[in-house]
């Protein structure tokens, strides 16, 4: 949503970095539009929520076109709120409450006074398992911290996605008709999971092998949270700098904005019964500029990394580790 509001160098940097070569800017909203109404739809077993809106500080006034794109694609809802008001931060909170189920509930604290643009996305997904699983029992868990006990659980798989690889083993757990899966990625016992997620690449999460499985697996929740620089500070290593600076040219929206501050929220919660999780993500916008089949033995009692994917277009919803 931010992109579709950069012009010049800095549409170009968003493009570079997000990998859309020469695509426009119509080809990549009718992309996202395509995804937002295929994602909830791909599987009536799993609820999955996209929702997104734009919120504008009083007497700003932002381009017609780009609002328009915003509710004709991205589907998000509208919002005109005096900012210098702290129940400003009150009315952004229930809105994401309300997109998450309750589970998210206090994306702000505060408002920055030059703030005049925020963007928000919420993700909400529940997804069952394809396979039947035991009830949890109490097992060991070598994390980075030492030995703990968690809850865990059995899953007999007749057919997962595998492969082993020099220093882990990578397999998909799938939920409800197979159109959502985790993907786990754990490393092989005396290698460190931070070690090869350092130079993590997309392809180490497409195992291209199957077999089946009985897969012993731990309980867990998770919360997170990025804080104001985090991600912007991974981006700019990524190359993308200028929607961050006084140099930034998001003219499609208005004149002489930047993007401040991206907060990212999540939590998930994974047991035997399969997978929920939800996301918030806030820009701040304000003034500057098939292998043999055989049975695998899989005991996941180390720490790992897990990600939750749409099968058909090999897209990530969430990605994660546990180490502890």
């Known amino acids: 949503m931010s992109a579709q509001g950069a012009k010049a160098d800095t549409w170009n940097q968003f493009a570079a970095v997000l990998n859309w070569g020469n695509a426009s800017k119509e ?16 599987d009536p077993a799993v609820g999955f929520g996209n929702e997104s809106s734009v919120w504008v500080t009083s007497n700003y006034v932002i381009k017609p076109d780009y609002k328009q794109t915003l509710s004709s694609f991205f589907s998000a809802e509208s919002y005109e709120t005096d900012f210098s008001k702290a129940a400003s931060v009150d009315l952004i909170n229930n809105w994401v409450a309300s997109k998450t189920e309750g589970k998210i509930t206090q994306m702000l604290t505060e408002l920055d006074p030059q703030t005049r643009l925020l963007l928000l996305n919420a993700l909400l997904f529940k997804g069952p398992w394809s396979y039947e699983t035991t009830k949890a029992k109490k097992d060991k868990f070598y ?27 990578v397999f998909r757990l799938p939920y409800g008709n197979g159109s959502y899966d985790m993907t786990v990625l754990l490393p092989s016992k005396g290698v460190l999971l931070q070690d090869i997620v350092e130079d993590l690449h997309v392809s180490a999460l497409l195992p291209h092998d199957y077999a089946s499985a009985h897969v012993h697996f731990p309980c867990f929740s998770l919360s997170w949270d990025s804080g104001s620089k985090l991600i912007i500070n991974a981006l700019q290593k990524t190359g993308l700098t200028l929607p961050f600076s006084s140099n930034a040219d998001f003219s499609d929206i208005h004149d002489n904005l930047m993007i401040t501050s991206i907060l990212q929220k999540t ?8 997978t929920e999780f939800e996301a918030a993500t806030l820009v701040q916008m304000g003034d500057g500029a098939a292998g043999t089949v055989d049975i695998k033995e899989i005991g996941v009692n180390r720490p790992f990394l897990f990600a939750i994917r749409e099968t058909s277009s090999d897209t990530f919803l969430l990605i994660g580790t546990v180490s502890n």
Do not use: P
């Open 267 to 274: 939590t998930i919660d994974v047991n035997e019964q399969g």
């Open 27 to 42: 080809d990549i909203a009718d992309y996202y539009k395509a995804m937002i109404s295929g994602l909830a739809k791909a």
């Open 143 to 169: 994390g980075n911290a030492g030995e703990s006990r968690k809850d865990f659980f059995d899953m007999s798989c007749e057919i997962i996605g595998y492969e082993k690889r020099k220093q882990y083993e």
